[in-house]
């Protein structure tokens, strides 16, 4: 079981985490939320002992070890998948390589010398007391088990999908044989299946697991608690059930906190209009008369008022004086207009269009028809050529046949995937890359991005320094001053922390014109209510009848054949 206690963490005196202390018994799945920066990923390297804490411990009791994959994992370039697989046995591993350099070096030899077979002779032994050839066949067996039978074992580790990169590092650490598994956003950059396969890994897993990841619905399917790193008091809150619970439990926890703020604002107002009547009627008395018993009395009352002050500044500075809680800050798309807003016009169409990035198209005989009001989601693996698609519907990649008609009232808004991962270096400031859309004014440009939260001295925040949640709601306002009535968008929600996620999601219910993403978060296809879902599958695009609960409370892509 792993005990963490009293935990704390500091950069450069500033707090990350503030006495944290859970525990996670054998076999138990627990997801770890909170915003970017709170110090979800930071605890994670704490407790794999990646990082010291400034105070508390980290403990696994009954002994152990614990297997640790990051959200960036340091990758050999020039590993093979079987190499990656077998540094989770890292002495088997290490006296593996041994004997083929003692191997190597016997081979060049007609008389190999005495050190030489000293040298392999060493190797070989470290090789049988690290497992021999057991760990080879248990490797082969996880190799197998994950689904990585059919990728050659000699094949370099950076030429695999995400997916497939997921599945060879989870098989590092099962070799590894931990009895805990820390997962850093296991969920990015895998697609549909990869996600399903991922799900039904970590459920049916005996190992004990804590899973810091954005996607709701993984959470839901494999968690049965939710910690949460409050970024403001950096202290973590544990909750029973899956992330539907815990949003349930957080907005009761909301409006009960509102309530007693409210409560706690009226006792003061009252406590301190008795206050000012105490000293009003204290100060009336000592203007009116010199005459001394009156005066004693209005010392009497003002004594009361001054005590009443104190009691109320002891109860302000006291730990139990809620602070304001933080109003919801809702993006508003209604700056994004257009004839798609009012009528059933078409916007876009393809015409037995071939989509080809390269020289061999990836997609044929595509037929697509997008109308105002239209919300289209398009999934399907990685590789399938999704993103290619949505740059041959903007323009930027000519179609290899076929044909793409594009309304002349039509003002595309894009969201991508390149800008979210990287940002900008460009020494631009938010204002001025608003001020470039349309030349506004600078008093319509700060108005229209106070709309996505960017208020005072935010607005000249340099690109490059921008969070992805707030390079989202920078494109939105850009599109907002475009005059965008289509809306495109490429895996929006990665990179982005839950609140960031609902932030957009929300906005995009209340937004009535065209939609078009591509998403692997399918509570993010769901909750922004995509009508018609199209799917990329061997080499051509089809529409998917429906989004369809599984028995495992996910939902499915069912497809029409």
């Known amino acids: 079981m792993l005990s963490v206690n009293s935990l704390s963490y500091d950069i450069d005196r500033l707090p990350i985490l503030e006495d944290v202390s859970f525990s996670i018994p054998t076999g138990e799945k627990v997801g770890l939320v909170g915003a970017n920066g709170s110090g979800k990923s930071t605890l994670l390297k704490l407790i794999a002992g990646e990082l010291r804490p400034g105070r508390g411990s980290v403990q696994l009791l009954g002994g152990g070890s614990i297997g640790y994959l990051p959200q960036i994992p340091k990758i050999d370039g020039a590993a093979t998948v079987f190499e990656m697989l077998g540094r989770g046995a890292r002495d088997w591993s290490t006296a593996r390589e041994a004997i083929e350099l003692a191997l190597a070096e016997l081979s060049t030899e007609t008389d190999p010398s005495d050190e030489m077979m000293d040298r392999y002779a060493a190797a070989l032994e470290a090789f049988e007391a690290a497992g021999g050839w057991a760990v080879e066949a248990r490797i082969e067996a996880i190799r197998e088990g994950l689904g990585l039978a059919s990728i050659p074992p000699d094949r370099p580790f950076v030429q695999l999908s995400g997916g497939q990169k997921t599945r060879v590092m989870l098989g590092t650490l099962l070799i590894s044989e931990p009895v805990l598994i820390l997962l850093d956003e296991p969920t990015n950059y895998l697609d549909l299946p990869a996600l399903e396969w991922l799900e039904s890994f970590v459920l049916r897993s005996p190992l004990s697991m804590l899973v810091v990841s954005h996607d709701r619905r993984f959470l839901d399917d494999t968690v049965t608690r939710i910690l949460e790193i409050d970024p403001r008091t950096h202290k973590l809150h544990s909750f029973p059930g899956n992330y539907s619970f815990y949003a349930q439990e957080r907005a009761r926890e909301r409006r009960q906190h509102e309530a ?86 078409t916007l876009l169409s393809t015409e037995d269009v071939s989509v080809a990035p390269g020289t061999v198209p990836v997609l044929e005989h595509v037929e697509l028809l997008i109308r105002g009001g239209d919300r289209i989601a398009i999934i399907g693996e990685n590789g399938t050529g999704k993103t290619s698609l949505l740059r041959t519907l903007l323009g930027e990649l000519e179609p290899a046949a076929g044909r793409v008609y594009r309304a002349p009232s039509m003002r595309i808004g894009y969201l991508n995937q390149e800008l979210l991962q990287s940002g900008s270096a460009v020494d631009a400031t938010v204002l001025e890359s608003v001020l470039e859309i349309d030349g506004r004014n600078e008093t319509g440009a700060r108005n229209l991005l106070a709309q996505f939260h960017f208020a005072g001295d935010e607005v000249f925040k340099l690109l490059r320094d921008l969070s992805a949640g707030e390079r989202i709601r920078l494109e939105l306002a850009r599109m907002a001053a475009d005059g965008a009535n289509l809306l495109v968008l490429d895996e929006p929600t990665s990179h982005l922390d839950l609140p960031a996620i609902e932030q957009l999601e929300s906005a995009l219910q209340r937004y009535p014109g065209a939609i078009v993403a591509v998403s692997h978060d399918r509570a993010f296809l769901e909750r922004v209510g995509f009508e018609q879902i199209y799917e990329t599958v061997d080499g051509s695009i089809r529409i998917a009848s429906r989004l369809q609960t599984t028995v495992a409370g996910g939902p499915a892509i069912v497809v029409e054949s």
Do not use: C, M, W
Not at 269 to 274: H, I, L, N, S
């Open 260 to 345: 007693a703020f409210q409560d706690q604002q009226d006792a003061i107002e009252k406590t301190e209009a008795a206050i000012r009547k105490l000293d009003q009627a204290a100060s009336g008395i000592e203007q009116e008369t010199i005459h001394f018993h009156y005066r004693k009395v209005a010392k009497g009352i003002a004594r009361r008022a001054t005590v009443q002050k104190n009691r109320l500044e002891r109860d302000l500075a006291s730990e139990d004086h809620l602070e304001r809680p933080e109003a919801d800050k809702p993006i508003y798309l209604e700056g994004i207009v257009g004839a798609a807003l009012s009528d059933r016009r």
